[in-house]
């Protein structure tokens, strides 16, 4: 049994890392502002990372998992709080890498500001550093886009909507954009293996070896959801970013890294089902946007609903 904090605990990343850690047998404690309901399990420390006090002091962890460091000052403010511990694994992410960098991105190049990802990217950078300069034995994860129960990010959920009100769906240009997507479950996997082996290597790309396009992607939600997707392909000079849930950005992480950690990842499939069982219970907790509205007004409504 280990003793760990989980940074946040209450959203989607945080709090299904906490609640599999519970799961798991350990002790684990949050450390939120108490805003939302906590995991169960869960030991609360009530506070706000950004100003924490003393709060942390008292405390001796195994693990600290950083799932809601966005800038090098949470970092250095979250440092300067806790008392003692043994490993630090902070979860970063893909955008600190360029976008003008040659593909797949490794773990040896260089990061920096990507245009698509803007302050998130290079704050995510900022924080990485704040880190590995003052606990040079921690770790980092360069996820892509994590999905799976609990996202409360209108990705995979704006699909499934559409697909659960029949609607066509529009897919930017012909769909081919390919995306990299990574479990958290698998997320999961990766932090127990590092927590176990302490490997050499102190950053991973992280993610599915295997990219998908944007078309098989919304195939495989309508099929989570039982549903077959008729397709409109958008080729007029409109953002996708108004009526879709990715940028028109499309990179590949090398994650051959990570097979020292994991050998394989849940499949997509199997993944997108159980997002989709979570999402029929809790669709009060997805932050919609208003895509569906766009494509009525841009559009008009193509089936009705």
């Known amino acids: 049994m280990k003793k760990i904090l989980v940074t946040g605990g ?7 890392i906490a609640e ?3 799961k798991a047998g350990n002790e684990v404690y949050v450390l939120n502002r108490n805003h939302h309901p906590q995991p169960k399990g869960a030991v609360l420390i009530e506070g706000d990372r950004h100003d924490p006090g003393d709060k942390l002091k008292g405390y001796t962890f195994d693990a600290v998992l950083d799932v809601t460091a966005y800038t090098g000052e949470d970092v250095e403010q979250l440092l300067d709080a806790l008392g003692e511990f043994k490993d630090y694994i902070l979860i970063s992410s893909s955008a600190v890498y360029p976008e003008y960098l040659s593909q797949p991105f490794t773990e040896e190049q260089e990061t920096g500001a990507n245009k698509y990802w803007g302050a998130y990217g290079t704050g995510k950078i900022d924080a990485e550093k704040a880190l590995l300069k003052q606990v040079p034995s921690a770790y980092v994860f360069r996820p892509p886009y994590l999905y799976g129960p609990g996202n409360n990010v209108y990705r995979e959920a704006f699909v499934f909507e559409c697909a659960e009100k029949d ?4 897919l930017p240009r012909k769909g081919e954009m390919k995306l990299q997507f990574f479990h958290v479950m698998d997320l999961c996997r990766c932090i127990d293996s590092v927590l176990e082996k302490h490997p050499e290597n102190h950053i991973f790309n ?5 990219t998908v396009s944007i078309r098989e992607w919304v195939n495989l939600c309508y099929e989570a959801a039982g549903k077959k997707p008729e397709f409109a392909e958008v080729y007029l000079d409109v953002n996708p970013r108004e009526y879709f849930s990715f940028h ?5 992480l090398d994650v051959e890294k990570q097979r020292s950690l994991i050998s394989n990842t849940l499949s997509l499939q199997e993944g997108l089902e159980e997002s989709y069982l979570w999402y029929q219970g809790h669709k009060e907790e997805v932050n919609k946007k208003d895509y569906i509205r766009y494509l009525d007004e841009k559009f008009g409504s193509t089936l009705p609903e």
């Open 20 to 22: 599999y850690y519970i």
């Open 167 to 170: 609607r066509k769906f529009y």
């Open 10 to 16: 209450t959203v989607f990343v945080s709090k299904y």
């Open 248 to 252: 028109d950005y499309e990179y590949r």
């Open 206 to 210: 992280v993610g599915n070896e295997d």
